[in-house]
């Protein structure tokens, strides 16, 4: 995450290949274990569907963002919404409805629920669970209509965003099928609440443009040393001036849980607690000399632990879902030249509960793991910044704890490749890509599209180059994150207008890594073709 991030170290520059121009879409067979990275949209032969008439064109694949990764070309007129279409759900379909509600509306044609597909209709349809990948979905066009299947609601929905798009991008859904999935389960946006306040509209504007984008997972982090920002009844002392309610809230989460993303909520400790300190001034930590240290939590206190697992439980009751994040980051103690001597409170504690040889490190590991036991019960996958699973120690940090790799520069941070052997599971949130930070402090800068898309996947977790394929399968996804450091550098809608063509770029490399078809010129008139028209 960010706050007083070191110095960034500048990537070497790349030389991207030359684009390739597809017309059938290749979609290799992976394993979770060693994805492919090579190049999409490599020109393969096809065995087209039968012509309906001689014509017209071979169609080509739909030009959408992320790009599809297989079309079957064919031979017809392709769909386009006319004055009777209207969007169906299939036999046994009927939990699409909200889907299907939903295309009906951005398509302004009608919704007419659970009955047979005629001409010109769209129906939607779930198939066989488990048969296919999650969030996986089949598009078929042909005879004047247009078909959507998928394993789960995700895929369909899924499918929905790329008609959607190709008819922004084209007018017309070509004649074919798509066959589509994602290369990652985690694909999304963090988002800062804590340091610069958004209102609610402006996050649901997010949510929107990540679900055409097929991105499922917001991060919120709403807890830092200068604000609180969400309301709370069992601590309603920590909450800022201008924050979120409760109810608020809930109506982020239903709109991302119609849109299928995942909210995942962050209260970072031992540090950045700056905020909840302020009302809690008696668990602040302070050194010998009785200087406080920025934002850290006292964890030698059993009213510290007492105070978060309160909080942790109060919003994992709000939020539900699938995942909490620990933070785990910048624990100032571990920072100082002799953190011992300096915070003797904290070593006593650490070898009290884990024996002599213990040091703070392992008290700190120990936290990280105590909290993960808090949320586990609530049925949360716990994550954390990486540069909390410390090396070497008594205490070893939780294998189930997500790593959410961001640095390799900060106390405690390793190279990718440790966590990866430990057999840890790693999100990708490499601070040289993916960290938009306003004022661009601590000599961070703006990222770019560009660069996101010729330069970085997955695998490239730390700096420029990716880790060894071998590690594909332990790598979940990523997220494109925003932190407000300065938060008066930009406005909300400078922010929005700042992230749009890297959340692009990002969403792409999450769909599908593989060299892009399309040029980087090509893919930014491609967005602005399709955001212009909605």
């Keep these: 995450m960010s706050l007083s991030r070191g110095a960034l170290v500048?990537?070497?520059?790349?030389?991207?290949?030359?684009?390739?121009?597809?017309?059938?879409?290749?979609?290799?067979?992976?394993?979770?274990?060693?994805?492919?990275?090579?190049?999409?949209?490599?020109?393969?032969?096809?065995?087209a569907s039968p012509s309906p008439t001689r014509s017209y064109p071979l169609s080509v694949a739909p030009r959408t963002i992320p790009a599809v990764r297989e079309h079957i070309p064919a031979r017809g007129p392709g769909w386009r919404p006319g004055p009777t279409s209207a969007v169906v759900t299939g036999d046994g379909s009927g939990a699409l409805a909200d889907e299907a509600q939903l295309l009906a509306k951005e398509l302004k044609i009608s919704y007419r629920g659970a009955v047979p597909a005629r001409a010109g209709d769209v129906e939607l349809a779930l198939g066989t669970p488990g048969k296919g990948a999650p969030e996986s979905y089949t598009l078929r066009t042909h005879d004047g209509r247009v078909t959507i299947t998928g394993p789960d609601q995700a895929g369909v929905f899924y499918g929905t965003r790329t008609l959607k798009q190709a008819l922004r991008a084209d007018g017309?859904?070509?004649?074919?099928?798509?066959?589509?999935?994602?290369?990652?389960?985690?694909?999304?946006?963090?988002?800062?609440?804590?340091?610069?306040?958004?209102?609610?509209?402006?996050?649901?504007?997010?949510?929107?443009?990540?679900?055409?984008l097929k991105l499922n997972q917001l991060?919120?982090?709403?807890?830092?040393?200068?604000?609180?920002?969400?309301?709370?009844?069992?601590?309603?002392?920590?909450?800022?001036?201008?924050?979120?309610?409760?109810?608020?809230?809930?109506?982020?989460?239903?709109?991302?849980?119609?849109?299928?993303?995942?909210?995942v909520p962050e209260i970072d400790s031992p540090g950045h607690l700056g905020a909840v300190l302020r009302a809690h001034p008696e668990l602040q930590l302070r050194n010998t000399a009785g200087v406080p240290s920025t934002g850290s939590i006292d964890i030698s206190r059993p009213d510290a632990a007492k105070l978060i697992d309160q909080l942790i439980g109060e919003f994992a009751d709000l939020f539900g879902g699938r995942y909490w994040h620990l933070g785990g980051d910048e624990y100032?103690?571990?920072?100082?030249?002799?953190?011992?001597?300096?915070?003797?409170?904290?070593?006593?504690?650490?070898?009290?509960k884990y024996g002599a040889a213990a040091g703070i490190k392992d008290l700190a590991t120990g936290w990280l793991n105590d909290r993960a036991a808090v949320v586990r019960p609530h049925g949360l996958q716990p994550k954390a910044w990486n540069d909390g699973f410390f090396r070497g120690g008594i205490v070893r940090a939780d294998k189930g704890i997500e790593v959410e790799y961001w640095t390799g520069k900060e106390y405690g941070a390793r190279p990718p490749e440790e966590y990866l052997s430990e057999g840890r599971q790693v999100v990708n949130l490499n601070d040289e890509f993916l960290y938009y930070v306003l004022g661009q402090p601590n000599q961070f800068v703006y990222p770019t599209g560009k660069r996101i898309y010729e330069l970085w996947t997955p695998l490239v977790l730390r700096g420029t180059q990716p880790v060894p394929a071998r590690y594909s399968g332990q790598i979940l996804g990523g997220?494109?994150?925003?932190?407000?450091?300065?938060?008066?550098?930009?406005?909300?809608?400078?922010?929005?207008?700042?992230?749009r063509m890297p959340l692009r770029a990002t969403a792409q490399k999450l769909w599908d890594p593989r060299k892009p078809a399309l040029s980087w010129s090509q893919f930014q008139a491609l967005a602005g073709t399709i955001d212009k028209s909605g």
Aim: net charge negative; no cysteine.
């Design 219 to 263: 991060g919120l982090h709403f807890s830092d040393d200068q604000a609180f920002r969400i309301q709370s009844d069992t601590h309603p002392e920590v909450v800022s001036p201008e924050h979120l309610t409760k109810a608020e809230v809930r109506q982020i989460l239903a709109l991302a849980g119609r849109l299928h993303i995942d909210v």
């Design 172 to 212: 017309t859904m070509p004649e074919g099928e798509v066959r589509d999935r994602p290369d990652r389960p985690q694909r999304g946006l963090n988002l800062d609440i804590a340091r610069k306040y958004y209102s609610v509209g402006w996050i649901e504007d997010r949510l929107r443009e990540m679900a055409d």
């Design 479 to 499: 997220r494109f994150a925003v932190w407000g450091d300065l938060p008066q550098a930009q406005t909300p809608a400078q922010v929005a207008a700042g992230i």
């Design 332 to 352: 100032r103690a571990l920072t100082v030249q002799n953190p011992a001597a300096s915070y003797p409170q904290l070593q006593r504690a650490a070898q009290l």
């Design 10 to 47: 500048a990537g070497a520059a790349l030389t991207a290949a030359a684009a390739v121009t597809i017309t059938v879409v290749v979609w290799p067979e992976v394993s979770d274990t060693g994805r492919q990275e090579g190049t999409a949209g490599a020109s393969t032969p096809s065995h």
